[in-house]
């Protein structure tokens, strides 16, 4: 420090630009760093106050400060808690797709069905031949037939029966309306999600049957009885994966 340092004023603004200096010269450093800078040349009164004013109008500071924000997850539904039932009792179900497939000389699109179960995470697969709402109510019955009829039914509100827009807008308020009769037919409350994002159960497991797909679906139009195969063998490896970490053996 100087014998006779320069006195300034610390509310002056050219005073601040000077602070501003010294903090990026210091290389952003904390803020005592800065003041030691500082007093060698200057003494600047309330300087540890503007040097903090300085460092949180920073970009660069507050980005390398910025702490992740945890997002605020709203309570699981009741079917993910589901305790001492059967699996399949509480189950989601989406579309996705189109997949082709050659029939004779043609190629035909087909979509895949996934059922899963709430509380044990298990997939069931189906193949759809369209997005009609009768394609998903045999669907539904093919897999009530093998893996037992549900309590609860939760879908979106066919956003995720994907294919083409110009299909989808047309299926949709069918599929909507006779999967309601259906349900309440087979007394299964059916629960349909506003937005897709609410359903992440599924959607989820959705990526998973992809990506196990992806890895044995190397010709780009099978035919139906091959994407049946591989869609239950993309089944069974999603089943067969462990729910837990599995550690070293003691």
């Not at 039932?85 to 497939?101: C, I, N």
């Not at 000389?105 to 709430?118: G, H, N, S």
């Not at 099978?222 to 490896?237: G, R």
Request: glycine fraction near 6%; charge should be positive.
């Amino acid at each position: 420090m100087k014998k006779h340092p320069i006195i300034l004023d610390g509310r002056d603004h050219a005073v601040r630009l000077l602070v501003e200096h010294y903090h990026r010269r210091a290389g952003h450093a904390n803020h005592e760093a800065v003041v030691n800078i500082i007093r060698e040349r200057f003494w600047i009164t309330r300087l540890r106050p503007t040097v903090k004013k300085v460092a949180n109008a920073c970009r660069l500071c507050r980005v390398r400060r910025a702490q992740p924000v945890t997002p605020k997850m709203a309570d699981l539904p009741g079917g993910r808690l589901a305790f001492r039932q059967r699996p399949f009792t509480h189950t989601g179900v989406d579309y996705f797709g189109p997949l082709e497939v050659t029939v004779g000389r043609r190629r035909e699109k087909r979509w895949a069905a996934l059922f899963t179960c709430l509380t044990t995470r298990a997939v069931h697969m189906e193949v759809a031949s369209s997005l009609s709402a009768d394609s998903m109510i045999m669907a539904l019955r093919r897999f009530m037939a093998r893996r037992g009829q549900p309590d609860t039914l939760y879908s979106d509100h066919g956003t995720n029966f994907v294919g083409a827009a110009a299909e989808l807008s047309r299926a949709r308020l069918e599929i909507e309306e006779r999967m309601s009769d259906e349900a309440t037919t087979r007394a299964i409350r059916w629960r349909a999600y506003p937005t897709p994002h609410m359903g992440g159960s599924w959607e989820r497991l959705v990526r998973s049957i992809k990506v196990a797909l992806s890895a044995t679906l190397h010709t780009r139009a099978p035919k139906d009885e091959v994407l049946h195969t591989l869609l239950l063998e993309a089944e069974f490896v999603v089943n067969s994966r462990p729910l837990t970490h599995i550690g070293p053996p003691e």
